[in-house]
């Protein structure tokens, strides 16, 4: 069982920026990739950002893509989201997850093995 939890969360202004923050548990956090996912209010799960274990490869939305930045730093078992210049559209809960030895595409929620409680991401103004 991997345990995942996301930090930094909260209320920022249109046009600012904030960066999420997610801790795993796993005993060998470098051999999984690992993604972002947000839903918004009323609206399905939605595919943001995804590394590879190794930091070879990043994958984004289109809707987020020149503004977010996915991170990891292997040695704290971290990876990082760097949101900027947010909008209005990006309110929603992100969700932190991982996955092992999956080939499919790393769009797809149901790749992924383990998952973070959410954080609430709010856009003002």
């Known amino acids: 069982q991997v345990q995942l939890e996301e930090s930094g969360g909260g209320l920022v202004q249109a046009g600012g920026s904030l960066r999420l923050s997610c801790v795993s548990s796993a005993r060998t956090f470098s051999e999984h990739a690992m993604g972002w996912f947000r839903q918004a209010p009323g609206k399905e799960l939605q595919f943001v950002a995804a590394?590879?274990?190794?930091?070879?490869?990043?994958y984004y939305a289109d809707s987020v893509k020149g503004r977010f930045t996915i991170s990891r730093d292997n040695a704290e078992n971290l990876v990082y989201l760097q949101m900027n210049n947010v909008k209005h559209e990006d309110t929603a809960v992100y969700y932190c997850a991982s996955r092992k030895f999956y080939s499919g595409s790393y769009d797809l929620p149901g790749g992924y093995d383990y998952w973070g409680q959410g954080a609430p991401v709010t856009v003002s103004s």
């Open positions: 590394i590879k274990h190794d930091s070879s490869n990043t």
